[in-house]
């Protein structure tokens, strides 16, 4: 799957239903036949929207951990719960569990954020926050998270 591309802005029913925006469905409809995941995120108080395929590649990873240490099992216990699969329905709307609601404190409005194979889910005002905070030091971020390759190809 190819990286997805775009932010939007969407409005959640009362039942926790998502219209998805027509940009991404159009991105997403190679795998919208396949369902998705839909789970808590580990470093941010928002949800992650995994296509089928993605979540597959990552238990593969996951599944190599070794269960008889205990900090394994704890991981994948932390990271698998409240996952849930979901489909967008025929009308494109995507029905976001209550516990996951919950969770990510999501009210009306909501983010809708791709994340290079997924797709993050955020109640609006809490993704502005984390973009604003992300801000004061994303200089300092980008530097050691990509400056550390001082290859010609890099990303400039």
């Known amino acids: 799957m190819n990286s997805l591309i775009g932010t939007y802005e969407c409005k959640a029913d009362t039942k926790g239903r998502v219209m998805l925006p027509a940009a991404l469905k159009k991105q997403l409809s190679p795998v919208l036949q396949n369902g998705f995941v839909l789970k808590r995120a580990v470093f ?3 949800l992650e929207l995994y ?3 993605e979540w597959e590649v990552l238990m593969q990873k996951m599944n190599g951990l070794n269960r008889f240490v205990k900090k394994n099992n704890d991981f994948i216990r932390r990271f698998t719960a409240g996952v849930k699969i979901v489909e967008v329905d ?3 709307r995507l029905l976001i569990p209550k516990d996951l609601i919950g969770f990510a404190e999501i009210s009306k409005n909501i ?3 791709s994340s290079i194979n997924i797709v993050e889910i955020w109640d609006k005002d809490k993704y502005e ?3 604003d905070d992300a801000a004061l030091n994303f200089g300092d971020l980008a530097e050691e998270v990509m400056g550390q390759d001082d ?3 890099g990303i400039s």
């Open 44 to 46: 941010q108080p928002c």
């Open 51 to 53: 296509p089928m395929a």
């Open 90 to 92: 025929a009308n494109g």
């Open 111 to 113: 983010v809708v954020s």
């Open 129 to 131: 926050q984390a973009i």
């Open 151 to 153: 290859d010609t190809d």
